[in-house]
């Protein structure tokens, strides 16, 4: 009876994923006709680049031609979406079929060419549906890297052309937390916030980066007859170690940092295998001066990392306000 219904579910798992396969393939021939299209509107236009407002003209006669017989699908904004489709993607060959056509839009939006090859190789490397490949890019996943990193080194990771060596090119600071529900005027606790990762845990995993998994929460550790309690443990393979989490509601402070220390210190020393990396520890605390980080721990460490996290998604304004005050806390301390 048991061989019966393994064979059952191999049979279903056959199906679900021809099925899978077969929408891919329908949505990557749809997203290759409206590149079509949009590569025939951009040479039409070209031979009419004489007159004036010939393009405008021309994706309103298509519409106005092609919407009563298909569909508000082409309607006079879609058809100048497929035009930028083309001219933003003029390769055919270098659609990905692992792309649908909704994330292809987003896309399109993006100014720099860097961003899209980012988020082209982090959504087939990591399988990103549509929902979230637009919170990556809400959230500045590029950005907060590049924050951090040099743009050759963020792309390569993405890409697969190289591994990440240290911590800080996977791990973004700050955190956005937003799907945790948590209001930023309310009080909570830290256990709440704890509670609300694991409720949430494959949106934090998204966030986090790649190659997290979660080992444990509230993980016991006894130190010569006394008891402690790391807040969430995880393990990333691309790094090859653990990942030890504090969380912190309030201000961070230096105690904060010598405590996730000795945690760190602790899984290097009993729970390490000889082929694995050092333990990486991260405060993830409400608010944090980053001096008191700086002079706490000893110079040029690796394994210790304050990421503040926010618990909304930021404007534009806001993250651009953001990555200019970075950018030039990083060129005084060049200039230093």
């Known amino acids: ?97 692992q792309l649908s056509w909704t994330q292809y839009k987003l896309l399109i939006r993006l100014d720099n060419q860097e961003q899209r090859e980012f988020y082209i190789a982090e959504t087939v490397k990591n399988n990103w549906t549509s929902r979230q490949l637009e919170r990556q890019v809400y959230s500045s996943l590029y950005e907060r890297l590049l924050l951090s990193n040099d743009k050759e080194s963020v792309l390569a990771v993405a890409k697969n052309e190289k591994q990440p060596s240290d911590a800080k090119e996977i791990i973004k600071d700050p955190m956005f937390l937003e799907f945790l529900g948590l209001k930023r005027e309310a009080s909570y606790y830290e256990r709440d916030l704890e509670s609300a990762v694991i409720t949430h845990l494959q949106d934090f995993l998204l966030e986090l980066g790649n190659g997290f998994s979660f080992v444990a929460r509230q993980k016991r550790i006894h130190i010569e007859g006394d008891e402690f309690f790391v807040d969430l443990v995880f393990y990333n393979r691309l790094l090859q170690c653990f990942v030890i989490i504090e969380i912190k509601t309030t201000k961070l402070t230096h105690q904060d940092i010598g405590q996730l220390q000795m945690y760190v210190n602790y899984y290097d020393r009993i729970e390490k295998l000889p082929h694995e990396t050092p333990t990486i520890g991260i405060l993830l605390c409400a608010n944090k001066n980053d001096a008191v980080v700086k002079f706490t721990l000893p110079e040029n460490q690796k394994q210790i990392i304050a990421s503040q996290y926010k618990l909304y998604l930021p404007t534009e304004q806001q993250l651009l306000e953001e990555v200019n005050r970075e950018l030039e806390s990083f060129e005084e301390k060049t200039n230093e």
């Open 1 to 97: 009876m048991l061989k019966n219904q393994s064979i059952i579910a191999d049979i279903k798992a056959i199906i679900v994923q021809s099925k899978d396969n077969a929408i891919r393939a329908v949505d990557h021939q749809r997203t290759l006709m409206y590149w079509h299209i949009g590569k025939r509107i951009f040479e039409e236009e070209q031979e009419g680049k004489d007159r004036a407002d010939y393009g405008k003209y021309l994706t309103q006669f298509i519409a106005q031609e092609l919407e009563p017989e298909f569909g508000s699908g082409f309607s006079k904004r879609q058809i100048e979406l497929f035009r930028q489709f083309y001219r933003t993607f003029p390769i055919a060959n270098a659609l990905r079929s």
